[in-house]
């Protein structure tokens, strides 16, 4: 005897969410007969286990995989069906991830801005309240699970310090370029500052040092025809040398202009650096699921 019944069945997975978008689930559909025993009742899955003649396709879900086992060990009937399914993860990359790319990359122009302009402060304050609005809007689509947090949630977060960052970072920008000279700049920070400075003069050397070896003989042949100015000036400028040495020691080497424009350059390659490995690594942690 051969019985066919008809049944829908609506059923609900646990889901891991920690690889959100690019997540894989298994979802187990499990069968028992519970008014029957084995003897009486015994499940067989056949030779096909699903058929998805009546099958559509979902615009989130792909079906990778589908399996079925007997359970042995139950007291009852049973058979356990395995469906394992793939998330689609196009929509969310251009809807969420896409557009935040876009406002992390818009902020790191904060450090662009001259702090002369007073427009630094209003831009990276302008840059941050979207994001906090473009976030609070999105967040109905992250998945709401306190069990396992999705690394796509971490990055998420972490774009939004960054650009809370830099926001904080502006304003102190500001307050540093507005310092008058009586204020004193720091010498650690004049130490960084002559530390880049040899950096960039070293490589200017660099490059110039093939045109100064094919001068050098004509550098030699002047040299030697200005040695008997030089030594009728040696006193005269041995006494002014004295006197500029003096009036440099008591000059300070940068000013706080000089200060606010190198301090936008350091935060503008920091931040660049935060937010590419922070993309790079977040994302390819996330697909490793896939």
Not at 281 to 286: F, H, K, S, Y
Request: net charge negative; hydrophobic share 45%.
């Amino acid at each position: 005897m051969t019985w066919t019944p008809f049944q829908v069945f609506q059923t609900t997975c646990s889901f891991d969410v920690t690889f959100y978008p690019f997540d894989i689930q298994d979802c187990d559909f499990k069968f028992t007969a519970w008014s029957y025993t084995k003897a009486q009742v015994t499940m067989q899955a056949g030779d096909n286990g699903f058929v998805f003649d009546e099958y559509e396709p979902n615009s989130n879900w792909d079906v990778k995989k589908f399996s079925w086992t007997i359970d042995e060990n139950s007291d009852d009937s049973t058979i356990i069906f395995t469906v394992r399914i793939q998330r689609k993860p196009m929509y969310f990359l251009l809807t969420v991830v896409l557009p935040v790319l876009f406002l992390a990359v818009m902020d790191l122009f904060t450090f662009v801005l001259p702090s002369d302009s007073g427009e630094k402060v209003s831009y990276a304050v302008t840059v941050f309240l979207t994001f906090a609005v473009f976030l609070t809007i999105v967040s109905s689509t992250l998945p709401q699970s306190s069990d396992k947090v999705a690394i796509i949630a971490v990055f998420l977060l972490i774009q939004t310090g960054n650009s809370a960052g830099i926001t904080l970072f502006a304003v102190a920008l500001v307050r540093i370029n507005n310092f008058t000279e009586s204020t004193r700049i720091p010498c650690p920070l004049v130490a960084l500052m002559n530390f880049f400075k040899c950096r960039v003069c070293r490589r200017k050397n660099d490059v110039t040092e093939m045109n100064s070896r094919n001068n050098k003989v004509s550098a030699i042949n002047r040299r030697k025809s200005n040695v008997a100015t030089a030594n009728r000036r040696k006193s005269n400028v041995t006494a002014t040398k004295m006197d500029s040495d003096e009036d440099f020691m008591d000059e300070e080497p940068y000013t706080w202009k000089d200060v606010s424009d190198f301090l936008d350059y350091f935060c503008f390659i920091l931040f660049v650096s935060i937010l590419t490995l922070s993309t790079l690594i977040c994302l390819n942690m996330a697909s490793v699921g896939v």
